[in-house]
């Protein structure tokens, strides 16, 4: 599948890699991104720049997006020289953003008029997944264009699952992002609670990953927790987004969510006062100053 040729648009704290990754693969890639400037790096390693979605879609055969928010997914899709304007009959369209799957299944619809194929497959594993290939990805859509993308899917990731219909990839990751944004609480209520008995926070997270408490949270988040580094891997503000689908589809449903509930909120305050551009283990932070105590 190398010579079929790749559209990508947004290239982001996750795009950029996974672009990269699929350039690296030998795919020939078109690339397009709001901020033009982030284009060059793909662009010095071979691929080509298109002036807008709609010429993206005109130039490949399958076409990758990885954006923002639904509102983004909804303007690169359906504007005026968006993506839909130059998709046609064959292509296929997959979206790894993480947006409503309500959105997602308008996608699928719109794609399905123009006699396109699309699939949802947002991603889990943060900007080290991106970088190093072994994103796990939860797939929408129809079997036939799942197995068209799977080539690709296994160039960007090491677990890859179907999920069922159009819409069923985002719901997973609406419950991935319940399940990363309470881990991180978590673990950041253990980390404050052993510093302030004067317990080694490193040891603690030694200890604890060889048991039942271990996760992936402690593991890939280790030194943003230790050193207070929060440089962005994803960004707080983003799972703030995630969780906000995740809490309209419980409302929805009629599903009982109250620790998710109550973490939206602690991410609401640190948005509030400018945290938002922080990763999200920052969460830290809300633990430590209630409880007057930096680790």
Known sequence: MPDVRVGFIGLGI?????????????YPLVVHNRTREKESELVSEGAESASSPRA????CEVLITMLPDSP????????DDGVL???RSGQLLIDMSSIAPSVARAVFDAARDVGADALDAPVSGGDVGARDGTLSI?????DDAF????PLFDVLGKTVVHMGDAGAGQTAKACNQILVAVTIEAVSEALVLASKAGVDPERLIDVLSGG???????EVRRRNFLEHDFTPGFTLSLHHKDLGIALRTARELGVYVPTTALVDQMLAGLKARGDGGLDHSALLKVIEQGSAHEI
């Open 14 to 26: 996750m795009g950029r890699p996974m672009a990269l990754n699929l350039l690296r693969a030998g």
């Open 56 to 59: 993206v879609a005109s130039a």
């Open 72 to 79: 983004d997914v909804e303007a690169v899709y359906f504007g």
């Open 85 to 87: 304007a130059g998709a």
């Open 138 to 142: 939860m797939v929408g859509g129809s």
């Open 147 to 150: 197995k068209q993308a799977r």
């Open 212 to 218: 039942l408490a271990g996760n992936k949270v402690m």
